[in-house]
C-alpha cells in the first residue's frame, strides 16, 4: 500500500514557468523531508518540515507542510532546466524505530530550455 | 560532507548467480539501509541496520540477505539472483534519530 501519493507523477513545462507538487497522505507524519534527484545520483536532501502550516523557502522553492501533517507541496517559481529531476518526498513516524521514512512515488520534472 | 560509496555504478549478471552490493559511508553513523528504486513505485526499503551485526526487514525483504560485519559496511546479497530483481538499488545512511537520509549514487543491476 501506498502511503504518500504523489502527483503529478511526470511534468513537463517550459523554462520560466511556474508549477506545484503535491504529496498526500492519510496518515499524519512527524516531519516530511523533500529530496531531489538527478539522472545517474542518489537523492539529495532539499527541505524538512516539521510544524503544521511550515513553509520554508529555498531560492525559487517553497515548500508547506499541511496543518494536519498529512500533506505537502512544493512549489517552483520560474522553472529553470537546472530545476530537472525526480522530486521524492518522504514522511517520518514519530515511532523513533530506524525505519523511519515512507516514500512517495515521485514527480519526474522536466523543464525545457 | 557524507559520502556513501556504492561499490558498482552498473552490474550484468545472469539468473541463479549469487550477488553481493556493496556500500560504504565514512560519517560513523549508526544507521545504513538498502532500498530499490523502481518507476512509478518510489523507493522501498529492503533491509535496514542499526548497528553492527543488528538487522531488520524492510518491506521487500524477500529474496535479499544483508550483512554488517563493520560500522562504516553495510552488503545487501541477492543469494539467488532473478529477473524481477532488475532494478536500480541506493544505499543510505543517517544518525540516530529522524535525520535526513545521504544516499550512495545507486547500483543498476540487471539480471538476465
Known amino acids: 500500500t501506498q502511503l504518500l501519493e504523489q502527483s503529478p507523477q511526470f511534468l513537463s513545462i517550459q523554462e520560466g514557468e511556474n508549477l506545484t507538487v503535491y504529496c498526500n497522505s492519510s496518515s499524519v507524519f512527524s516531519s516530511l523531508q523533500w529530496y531531489r534527484q538527478e539522472p545517474g545520483e542518489g537523492p539529495v536532501l532539499l527541505v524538512t518540515v516539521v510544524t503544521g502550516g511550515e513553509v520554508k523557502k529555498l531560492k525559487r522553492l517553497t515548500f508547506q507542510f499541511g496543518d494536519a501533517r498529512k500533506d505537502s507541496s512544493l512549489h517552483i517559481t520560474a522553472a529553470q532546466p537546472g530545476d530537472t529531476g525526480l522530486y521524492l518526498c518522504a514522511g517520518a513516524r514519530s515511532s523513533g524505530s530506524a525505519r523511519q521514512l515512507t516514500f512517495g512515488s515521485g514527480t519526474q520534472l522536466t523543464v525545457l530550455p | 560532507d557524507v559520502k556513501v560509496t556504492q561499490s558498482s555504478r552498473y552490474l550484468v549478471k545472469r539468473t541463479g548467480e549469487k550477488v553481493f552490493l556493496e556500500c560504504v559511508q565514512d560519517?560513523?553513523?549508526?544507521?545504513m539501509f538498502w532500498y530499490r528504486q523502481d518507476p512509478g513505485l518510489g523507493l522501498r526499503l529492503i533491509y535496514f541496520?542499526?548497528?553492527?551485526?543488528?538487522?531488520e526487514k524492510g518491506d521487500i525483504p524477500e529474496g535479499y540477505s544483508v550483512s554488517r560485519e563493520k560500522k562504516e559496511r553495510f552488503s545487501l546479497i541477492l543469494e539467488s539472483a532473478s529477473t524481477n530483481q532488475t532494478s536500480m538499488y541506493l544505499c543510505?545512511?543517517?544518525?540516530?534519530?529522524?535525520?535526513?537520509?545521504?544516499f550512495g549514487n545507486g547500483t543498476r543491476l540487471t539480471v538476465t
Open positions: 543510505a545512511s543517517n544518525p540516530p534519530g529522524r535525520s535526513p537520509l545521504h
Open positions: 560519517m560513523d553513523h549508526e544507521n
Open positions: 541496520s542499526y548497528d553492527v551485526k543488528m538487522k
